[in-house]
Each structure stands twice: as structure tokens, then as C-alpha cells.
């Protein structure tokens, strides 16, 4: 009887904790989490501010599956002049570390933030293209999961990015965006 009861139970302890974990009870869920990076950067100046859209630094997000971080070549598209006088938008203090990655021809290794668990598939490029609108910003549409980053001096984590986060974004654009609904939408 033991011997059943092991056989029987293992299984529903294992699912019971599968069940827990994706309803973001999982250290992915980290609502808040905005860890110091190689070099200050304000989302607020940059995205805010000056407007920048999402995706002149992350140049992946409306065509694969990872938004991308900027290589050192993109942020010096500005820095290279911008920054070298004090009198500039930013003080030469707060640039130096950029200047410093570029002349050592190395990128700064951003610290990643938003992060899923490895059996979830999920892919910027469909999200980001089946919600925008032509001529919108990308900005508009990924506030949807990383919050209103054009105001964030440091970014962080907003949104668990859990599945029952994920599901009620499904469920709310099924009229209007054709979501599916089944498990291997998202699950390998």
C-alpha cells in the first residue's frame, strides 16, 4: 500500500508544485527588481525626454524573439558627440564609462532584467507587431509588459510576467488580436 500511495502521490506533489510555480510563484517574478548596470543609464532622458522609440536600441524587437541590449555602435551614434563638454545633456562623470567601453572596442554588459523560465516560448516580434499600430511608437505597446519606461531613471520590473499574467492578456485581446489559448502557444 505505501508503495501505491508513493506512486500516486509523487506525481500530484510534482504537479501541485509545477501548478504553484506558473501561477508566479517563482523567482522570475521579481516585481521591483532593477539591478545597478556596467554604465548609468536613464530610460527617463532617453525614452522620455528625447523621445527615443524602444526600438533604435533594442533593434530585435519587431523581429525575433529577444528585444536585444544596444552594442557600445549604438549608443556612440549619439555619444560620440554628444557628452564632451559640460555644458551638454549629460555631465562627462556620468559618460566616461562609455567613453572608456568604447576606447577598450568593448560593449557594456548590461545587466538583463526581465527574464522568463526556459519552458516558456516567447518571442518579442509577434507581440510587438500584432499590437502596434502604424506610426505608434513601440514605447505604447511595450509599456503593456515593462511599464511606462520612458519615466524610469533605472528600469524595473513591473509586471510578474507570469502565466496567469500572460493568460489574462491573451484572453482580453482574443476578440481583436486572434491569441490562441492553448498550452504549446507558449509551453516547449
Not at 558627440?81 to 555644458?87: A, L, P, Q, R
Not at 523560465?117 to 502604424?134: E, Y
Request: hydrophobic fraction near 30%; include cysteine.
Amino acid at each position: 500500500m505505501k508503495g501505491k500511495a508513493l506512486k500516486i502521490g509523487i506525481p500530484i506533489f510534482l504537479l501541485g508544485g509545477l501548478i504553484w510555480a506558473m501561477m508566479g510563484n517563482y523567482p522570475y517574478a521579481q516585481i521591483g527588481y532593477g539591478p545597478k548596470q556596467p554604465v548609468e543609464y536613464s530610460h527617463k532622458k532617453h525614452a522620455g525626454d528625447f523621445n527615443m522609440d524602444c526600438q533604435y536600441c533594442h533593434t530585435g524587437v519587431t523581429t525575433g524573439k529577444k528585444a536585444g541590449v544596444p552594442s557600445i555602435n549604438i549608443c556612440m551614434n549619439c555619444h560620440v558627440s554628444v557628452g564632451f563638454k559640460e555644458d551638454m545633456f549629460t555631465p562627462l562623470d556620468k559618460l566616461q564609462p562609455l567613453h572608456d567601453k568604447w576606447d577598450a572596442g568593448e560593449s557594456p554588459q548590461w545587466v538583463r532584467i526581465h527574464n522568463m523560465p526556459d519552458h516558456v516560448r516567447f518571442s518579442h516580434a509577434p507581440h510587438v507587431n500584432s499590437l502596434s499600430k502604424p506610426g505608434e511608437p513601440t514605447k505604447e505597446v511595450c509599456k503593456t509588459c515593462h511599464g511606462d519606461v520612458a519615466s524610469m531613471e533605472v528600469v524595473e520590473q513591473v509586471e510578474s510576467l507570469n502565466m496567469g499574467f500572460c493568460v489574462s492578456c491573451h484572453k482580453e485581446k482574443r476578440e481583436t488580436h486572434d491569441t490562441r489559448m492553448n498550452c504549446s502557444t507558449c509551453h516547449y
